[in-house]
């Protein structure tokens, strides 16, 4: 194993408790969203069981060309932020570097699945699907040197371990993180935005965003 593998498996290990948190915290929040008597619990309740697999596949963070570095971002509970990922593939190739972005469009993956199962509440996730609305952007290192210096500022990422006293939100947005760089093979959940993790998540996305701006600016 390469020390560069040796570390993400540590500082990933490390956070195996955030994720336990992370599991409890959406666990009370889909109780929590699961009662009262509005007339729309019956279409919040199909769309809560439904919502994992729509999300897995308009956000995948499970596969890629080569290494990679993938990050997917969700609110828990409400679910009112729209989701967004992004991939960065061949992260050990600087010439091959590349990102794959995804993000729901107009709403969220979850508010969509909501507003369509309620007006047609006996059609399946299937049917459904095609109505979902989410952006997708490939960009190259060509394109956008910013993501040559994301890989590098993640390399340098120091992990902080969590506190019981840390300060989470009642609704935190969730990072989950998958790397598969050198040999290694890590994930991991993050909700507090101060830490090292969602804090390079938030730049990245930044970055990535400038560079779509950029690039649309250019062909107006």
């Keep these: 194993m390469t020390p ?18 992370a599991a409890s915290i959406a666990l009370f929040a889909r109780g ?3 009662q009262g008597n509005s007339a729309s619990d019956a279409d919040r309740s199909w769309v809560q069981k439904t919502f994992p697999l729509a999300l897995a596949q ?20 409400t679910n009112d932020v729209p989701e967004y990922s992004f991939m960065l593939e061949n992260t050990l190739d600087p010439q091959a570097l590349r990102a794959e972005i995804r993000e729901a469009q ?33 960009l190259w290192v060509a394109q956008c040197p910013a993501l040559a210096t994301q890989v590098a500022a993640y390399e340098n990422i120091t992990f ?17 993180f998958h790397e598969s760089v050198g040999g290694s093979d890590s994930e991991a959940v993050e909700f ?28 107006e």
């Design 4 to 21: 560069r593998a040796a570390r993400c498996l540590g500082r990933f290990a490390a956070l195996a408790s955030a994720s336990a948190l």
């Design 32 to 34: 929590a969203l699961a």
């Design 58 to 77: 308009f956000f995948p963070v499970e596969h890629a060309k080569g290494d990679f570095i993938a990050v997917r971002s969700h609110r828990e509970g």
């Design 106 to 138: 107009g709403a969220s993956v979850f508010e969509q699945l909501l507003a369509l199962h309620s007006k047609a509440p006996a059609k399946s996730y299937e049917d459904l699907k095609p109505e979902i609305k989410v952006r997708q952007w490939t």
């Design 160 to 176: 902080v371990r969590p506190r019981d006293d840390d300060d989470v939100e009642e609704h935190p947005i969730l990072y989950e």
């Design 192 to 219: 507090v935005e101060t830490r090292a993790f969602p804090q390079w998540a938030v730049a990245t996305r930044k970055a990535i965003e400038a560079c779509i701006a950029a690039a649309a600016t250019k062909n």
